[in-house]
Protein backbone atom coordinates (compact mmCIF):
# COMPACT_ATOMS: atom_id res chain seq x y z
CA UNK A 1 0.00 0.00 0.00
CA UNK A 2 1.41 3.61 -0.26
CA UNK A 3 2.35 5.94 2.38
CA UNK A 4 0.91 9.00 3.17
CA UNK A 5 1.95 11.90 4.64
CA UNK A 6 -0.32 14.44 6.68
CA UNK A 7 0.49 17.29 8.92
CA UNK A 8 0.36 16.41 12.34
CA UNK A 9 -2.04 19.15 13.12
CA UNK A 10 -4.15 22.00 12.20
CA UNK A 11 -6.27 24.72 13.29
CA UNK A 12 -9.52 26.06 11.63
CA UNK A 13 -11.73 28.58 13.06
CA UNK A 14 -15.60 27.57 13.44
CA UNK A 15 -17.40 28.55 10.34
CA UNK A 16 -14.54 28.71 7.97
CA UNK A 17 -13.38 26.25 4.98
CA UNK A 18 -11.15 23.43 6.49
CA UNK A 19 -8.71 22.50 3.88
CA UNK A 20 -6.79 19.16 5.12
CA UNK A 21 -3.83 18.39 3.16
CA UNK A 22 -2.51 14.60 1.96
CA UNK A 23 0.91 13.97 0.53
CA UNK A 24 0.78 10.09 -1.77
CA UNK A 25 3.78 10.59 -3.83
CA UNK A 26 3.95 7.13 -4.50
CA UNK A 27 0.28 5.91 -5.10
CA UNK A 28 -0.12 3.57 -8.33
CA UNK A 29 -2.58 4.06 -11.01
CA UNK A 30 -5.44 1.59 -9.07
CA UNK A 31 -5.42 2.64 -6.16
CA UNK A 32 -8.21 4.63 -4.24
CA UNK A 33 -7.47 7.99 -2.20
CA UNK A 34 -10.04 7.66 1.09
CA UNK A 35 -10.81 9.83 4.04
CA UNK A 36 -11.72 8.94 7.66
CA UNK A 37 -12.19 10.75 10.89
CA UNK A 38 -12.13 9.39 14.67
CA UNK A 39 -13.85 11.57 16.74
CA UNK A 40 -12.28 10.98 20.20
CA UNK A 41 -12.96 7.41 21.83
CA UNK A 42 -15.54 6.55 18.71
CA UNK A 43 -14.84 4.17 15.89
CA UNK A 44 -13.68 5.73 12.43
CA UNK A 45 -16.41 7.30 10.20
CA UNK A 46 -16.26 6.96 6.32
CA UNK A 47 -16.35 10.34 5.05
CA UNK A 48 -15.35 10.45 0.88
CA UNK A 49 -13.09 8.33 -1.22
CA UNK A 50 -11.68 9.15 -4.63
CA UNK A 51 -9.86 8.02 -7.66
CA UNK A 52 -8.83 10.09 -10.08
CA UNK A 53 -12.13 12.82 -10.17
CA UNK A 54 -12.68 15.63 -7.28
CA UNK A 55 -15.32 13.81 -5.42
CA UNK A 56 -18.03 15.65 -3.74
CA UNK A 57 -20.87 14.13 -0.73
CA UNK A 58 -22.85 15.78 2.10
CA UNK A 59 -19.86 16.14 4.58
CA UNK A 60 -17.10 17.04 2.28
CA UNK A 61 -15.48 17.45 -1.12
CA UNK A 62 -12.16 16.07 -1.93
CA UNK A 63 -9.76 17.01 -4.53
CA UNK A 64 -7.04 15.48 -6.20
CA UNK A 65 -4.35 16.88 -8.11
CA UNK A 66 -4.17 15.46 -11.44
CA UNK A 67 -0.52 13.75 -11.04
CA UNK A 68 -2.74 12.19 -8.16
CA UNK A 69 0.29 12.78 -5.94
CA UNK A 70 -1.36 14.82 -3.11
CA UNK A 71 -5.02 15.47 -2.43
CA UNK A 72 -6.75 17.73 -0.23
CA UNK A 73 -10.14 17.23 1.62
CA UNK A 74 -12.17 20.26 2.25
CA UNK A 75 -14.97 20.64 4.94
CA UNK A 76 -16.59 23.68 3.69
CA UNK A 77 -17.92 25.15 6.89
CA UNK A 78 -16.40 23.98 10.13
CA UNK A 79 -17.91 23.11 13.12
CA UNK A 80 -16.64 22.50 16.49
CA UNK A 81 -18.25 18.95 15.86
CA UNK A 82 -15.86 18.44 13.29
CA UNK A 83 -13.18 18.52 15.67
CA UNK A 84 -11.05 14.98 15.09
CA UNK A 85 -8.17 12.92 13.57
CA UNK A 86 -8.71 12.82 10.27
CA UNK A 87 -7.21 9.90 8.20
CA UNK A 88 -5.81 10.18 4.31
CA UNK A 89 -5.65 6.28 3.35
CA UNK A 90 -4.68 5.20 0.16
CA UNK A 91 -5.40 1.43 -1.20
CA UNK A 92 -6.84 -1.02 -3.42
CA UNK A 93 -10.51 -1.28 -4.00
CA UNK A 94 -10.51 -4.65 -4.64
CA UNK A 95 -14.36 -5.34 -3.69
CA UNK A 96 -14.66 -8.65 -1.78
CA UNK A 97 -10.76 -9.95 -1.71
CA UNK A 98 -8.34 -8.79 0.21
CA UNK A 99 -8.80 -5.16 1.44
CA UNK A 100 -7.07 -3.24 4.19
CA UNK A 101 -7.15 0.22 5.79
CA UNK A 102 -3.83 1.05 6.26
CA UNK A 103 -4.24 4.13 8.81
CA UNK A 104 -1.44 6.28 9.60
CA UNK A 105 -1.25 8.87 12.39
CA UNK A 106 -3.40 11.31 10.64
CA UNK A 107 -3.89 15.31 11.42
CA UNK A 108 -5.88 16.43 14.14
CA UNK A 109 -8.23 19.42 13.34
CA UNK A 110 -8.88 21.66 15.97
CA UNK A 111 -11.84 24.18 15.64
CA UNK A 112 -11.86 27.22 17.54
CA UNK A 113 -15.16 28.61 18.34
CA UNK B 1 -30.86 1.01 10.33
CA UNK B 2 -28.79 -0.07 13.01
CA UNK B 3 -24.88 0.22 12.84
CA UNK B 4 -22.25 -2.01 13.12
CA UNK B 5 -22.92 -3.68 16.63
CA UNK B 6 -19.87 -4.78 19.28
CA UNK B 7 -20.48 -6.71 22.08
CA UNK B 8 -19.34 -5.88 25.30
CA UNK B 9 -18.42 -2.46 25.05
CA UNK B 10 -15.61 -2.55 27.77
CA UNK B 11 -14.04 -5.50 29.21
CA UNK B 12 -11.39 -6.51 31.92
CA UNK B 13 -9.42 -9.72 31.65
CA UNK B 14 -6.37 -11.31 33.61
CA UNK B 15 -2.95 -12.14 31.63
CA UNK B 16 -2.85 -15.64 30.04
CA UNK B 17 -7.09 -15.56 29.71
CA UNK B 18 -8.63 -15.94 26.40
CA UNK B 19 -11.19 -13.28 25.19
CA UNK B 20 -14.17 -13.55 22.11
CA UNK B 21 -15.53 -9.80 20.89
CA UNK B 22 -18.31 -10.10 18.83
CA UNK B 23 -19.75 -8.13 15.87
CA UNK B 24 -22.97 -7.30 13.99
CA UNK B 25 -23.06 -5.90 11.04
CA UNK B 26 -25.08 -3.82 8.71
CA UNK B 27 -28.05 -5.57 7.23
CA UNK B 28 -26.81 -6.92 4.08
CA UNK B 29 -23.50 -6.23 4.34
CA UNK B 30 -21.50 -9.29 3.61
CA UNK B 31 -17.56 -8.14 4.32
CA UNK B 32 -16.53 -7.60 7.91
CA UNK B 33 -13.25 -6.23 9.07
CA UNK B 34 -11.45 -6.19 12.84
CA UNK B 35 -8.87 -3.41 13.41
CA UNK B 36 -6.91 -3.06 16.47
CA UNK B 37 -6.55 0.62 18.13
CA UNK B 38 -3.47 0.46 20.70
CA UNK B 39 -3.47 4.41 23.08
CA UNK B 40 -2.46 7.31 20.66
CA UNK B 41 -2.14 4.94 17.10
CA UNK B 42 -4.08 4.82 14.58
CA UNK B 43 -6.23 1.54 13.82
CA UNK B 44 -4.15 -1.36 12.57
CA UNK B 45 -5.88 -4.17 10.06
CA UNK B 46 -6.04 -7.78 11.88
CA UNK B 47 -8.80 -9.82 10.03
CA UNK B 48 -11.14 -9.31 7.08
CA UNK B 49 -13.62 -11.95 6.49
CA UNK B 50 -16.04 -11.42 2.69
CA UNK B 51 -18.68 -14.51 2.61
CA UNK B 52 -17.89 -16.25 5.62
CA UNK B 53 -13.87 -16.92 4.10
CA UNK B 54 -10.51 -15.16 5.10
CA UNK B 55 -9.43 -12.91 2.83
CA UNK B 56 -7.23 -11.26 4.78
CA UNK B 57 -4.85 -11.31 7.91
CA UNK B 58 -2.62 -8.58 9.53
CA UNK B 59 0.77 -9.26 11.30
CA UNK B 60 -0.73 -10.95 14.48
CA UNK B 61 0.15 -13.44 16.41
CA UNK B 62 -1.71 -16.85 15.91
CA UNK B 63 -3.17 -15.97 19.39
CA UNK B 64 -5.36 -14.03 16.95
CA UNK B 65 -8.22 -15.85 15.50
CA UNK B 66 -11.92 -14.90 13.70
CA UNK B 67 -14.57 -16.72 12.52
CA UNK B 68 -17.64 -15.08 10.23
CA UNK B 69 -21.06 -16.90 10.92
CA UNK B 70 -23.75 -17.83 8.16
CA UNK B 71 -25.68 -14.43 9.20
CA UNK B 72 -22.63 -12.39 8.34
CA UNK B 73 -21.74 -11.80 12.20
CA UNK B 74 -18.26 -12.43 13.39
CA UNK B 75 -16.29 -13.07 16.16
CA UNK B 76 -12.75 -12.22 17.11
CA UNK B 77 -10.91 -14.24 19.74
CA UNK B 78 -7.44 -13.90 21.40
CA UNK B 79 -5.89 -16.34 23.31
CA UNK B 80 -3.16 -16.19 26.17
CA UNK B 81 -3.62 -12.51 26.93
CA UNK B 82 -0.55 -10.50 26.97
CA UNK B 83 -0.56 -7.04 28.59
CA UNK B 84 -0.32 -4.84 25.16
CA UNK B 85 -3.12 -6.57 23.73
CA UNK B 86 -4.82 -3.52 25.70
CA UNK B 87 -7.05 -1.79 23.14
CA UNK B 88 -10.03 -0.57 21.33
CA UNK B 89 -10.97 -3.80 18.87
CA UNK B 90 -12.94 -2.43 16.43
CA UNK B 91 -14.96 -3.85 13.90
CA UNK B 92 -16.37 -2.94 9.90
CA UNK B 93 -18.17 -3.70 7.59
CA UNK B 94 -19.30 -2.63 3.69
CA UNK B 95 -21.64 -3.07 1.43
CA UNK B 96 -20.72 -2.51 -1.77
CA UNK B 97 -17.15 -3.30 -3.21
CA UNK B 98 -16.55 0.33 -3.64
CA UNK B 99 -18.08 2.03 -1.08
CA UNK B 100 -16.15 3.05 2.53
CA UNK B 101 -16.48 1.11 5.92
CA UNK B 102 -18.52 1.46 8.64
CA UNK B 103 -17.29 0.96 11.77
CA UNK B 104 -18.52 0.03 15.66
CA UNK B 105 -18.04 2.20 18.53
CA UNK B 106 -15.75 -0.96 19.60
CA UNK B 107 -14.96 -3.04 22.68
CA UNK B 108 -11.90 -1.72 24.92
CA UNK B 109 -10.23 -4.51 26.35
CA UNK B 110 -8.04 -3.88 29.20
CA UNK B 111 -5.65 -6.65 30.44
CA UNK B 112 -4.51 -6.57 33.97
Known amino acids: DAKTTQPPSMDCAEGRAANLPCNHS???????VYWYRQIHSQGPQYIIH???NNETNEMASLIITEDRKSSTLILPHATLRDTAVYYC??????????????FGKGTLLTVNP | DAGVTQSPTHLIKTRGQHVTLRCSPI?????VSWYQQVLGQGPQFIFQ???????GRGNFPDRFSARQFPNYSSELNVNALLLGDSALYLC???????????FGSGTRLTVV
Open chain 2, 27 to 31: SGHKS
Open chain 2, 92 to 102: ASRWTPTGGYT
Open chain 1, 26 to 32: TISGNEY
Open chain 1, 89 to 102: IVGLNSGGSNYKLT
Open chain 1, 50 to 52: GLK
Open chain 2, 49 to 55: YYEKEER
